[in-house]
């Protein structure tokens, strides 16, 4: 009878209710649960798990509270800013506010480097960058179409992309041996392999600058991508939400600096960005879709009355973002900390043995961590992340959980905690791979083989101030 009932229960609810297709069976979001359950603090409890799994950029909220503390007017909820609460707490257009639109507007073309202008009418909001990415799908695919998606790449784009909209992800494949860099080749690969097999594809999803590699395309690439997709004539969506977390070598290219330069067919190229990365503000939960599509536009604001950004948050937001002194000054000093964080964790990890992919942006690096696998395989990749979650205590995220199909890479983030929490999380490394190598018996009962080889010298590995290759492969793939 039991079973009986429990059937009937599940046929009386969604496929959506039902489906495992979120995404959450995952190493990735498993490292986070290790983390809730039993959380790092310097004084309640020393010996919790530390989150490196979280792609957060804390180096700079300082600035943003101190312009809030010099801007009472700006907030709704106190004496400076009660006169405005009226018209915010009733019912605002899903339009958005216009000086709201047009701060963010301006604040994207500050990161970009002033280099491409922004239309604040066709800044559509959304819930975070995860309700941007499924607006765009929904916008653009039917159930069943697919997506090329250069791997590794963020997990939960399952959830964001593919879970309510029920379309495909195609993994596009990179190889470490070009530094995970997209050749014209991997696209038409995984293009005409999906041909092959009568897959609608409908676009390309590009996330630059990458997550995890914390990589930037150059602009012979993206010209190049740019082709790809108006010859195919399929869509573009470029997630930038890390454009403003560049801060060193060369500059973050947008698509949309690209697509003012060349001839193409404008209908295809979107843009997903928000403020939870650049800015740190993730739990403000604004996303942002721009479209060149006007079709597209009119659609996507529709579906934003189902993703809202608050009245009082964009009107907050609004006053920040148009402030030029402070944005300016934000963005400069953003990179400057991030830049320094990026030095010192990197040099850190290399003075245990343990070298990178070379990057130039993001809040994480992309963690070479094959030297370490027992066998150059998926079990053993994953048998060592819960070493390092469950004994050594560090919430980090493994390739496979990005869908890199080369075992023992890690990313690993380093803006969401402070300098002495980092002290701590490289001191905890530097204990592990230091008794990984001087005890055997700790080889044999973890199954790792911990190599002599220092990962530095590896000529896969790029040094913290290797430049960025200066030829694009997709430019070599057009010659």
């Known amino acids: 009878m039991e079973g009986t009932k429990k059937v009937k229960s599940q046929e009386l609810l969604s496929k959506l209710a039902t489906s495992d297709q979120h995404g959450e069976n995952s190493p990735y979001f498993d490292g986070w649960k290790a983390y809730e359950k039993d959380p790092f603090h310097p004084t309640t409890n020393p010996n919790g798990v530390i989150q490196m799994g979280l792609a957060e950029n804390q180096l700079s909220l300082d ?162 991508l740019v ?70 536009v009119s659609c996507a604001r529709k579906q934003s009355s189902f993703g809202l950004v608050s009245s009082q948050t964009q009107y907050l937001l609004a006053k920040m973002l148009l402030d030029e002194e402070f944005t300016d000054r934000y963005l400069s000093e953003s990179r400057r900390r991030l830049a320094s964080r990026y030095e010192s964790f990197t040099k850190g990890l290399m003075e245990v043995g343990i070298g990178c992919l070379g990057s130039n942006a993001g809040l994480y690096r992309w963690m070479d961590l094959r030297q370490l696998l027992k066998e150059p395989t998926f079990d053993s990749e994953t048998e060592l992340w819960r070493l390092i979650v469950y004994e050594v205590k560090l919430n980090v995220s493994p390739g496979s959980s990005f869908h890199c199909h080369e075992p023992g890479w890690f990313r690993v983030c380093f803006a969401n905690m402070d300098d002495e929490t980092l002290k701590i999380a490289l001191g905890r490394i530097r204990m592990f791979v230091e008794k990984g190598k001087g005890a055997k018996s700790w080889q044999r009962n973890l199954k790792l083989s911990f190599s002599s080889r220092k990962m530095a010298t590896s000529p896969r590995i790029m040094s913290p101030h290797s430049p960025i290759p200066p030829h694009s492969p997709l430019l070599r793939a057009n010659n």
């Open 227 to 296: 082709t790809f997709i108006n010859e195919k004539q399929i869509h573009l969506v470029c997630d930038e939400i890390y454009g403003a977390t560049v801060f060193r070598s060369q500059r973050f290219v947008s698509i949309s600096e690209v697509v003012e330069e060349m001839e193409c067919n404008l209908d295809l190229i979107h843009v997903v960005y928000s403020l939870s990365k650049d800015m740190g503000l993730p739990g403000f939960r604004v996303g942002i879709f721009y479209s060149y599509n006007d079709r597209v």
């Open 63 to 224: 600035l943003v509270l101190d312009w809030i503390k010099a801007n009472p007017e700006a907030s709704i909820c106190n004496a400076e800013g009660i006169h405005a609460f009226k018209n915010m707490a009733l019912f605002q257009d899903y339009h958005g506010l216009p000086e709201f639109r047009k701060g963010v507007a301006r604040f994207m073309e500050k990161a970009r480097g002033e280099r491409v202008r922004f239309d604040p009418d066709r800044i559509v909001m959304a819930g975070g960058a995860t309700g941007a990415n499924e607006v765009a799908i929904f916008c653009l695919a039917n159930e069943g179409d697919a997506f090329l998606v250069p791997c590794p790449y963020y997990p939960a784009f399952n959830r964001d992309l593919r879970w309510r909209t029920k379309v495909q992800l195609l993994p596009v494949t990179c190889q470490s041996s070009n530094n995970f860099q997209m050749t014209k080749e991997d696209l038409e690969e995984a293009f005409q392999n999906a041909q092959k097999a009568n897959i609608k594809v409908k676009g390309v999803i590009l996330s630059n600058p990458s997550n995890p590699l914390g990589t930037t395309m150059d602009k012979a690439s993206l010209r190049s």
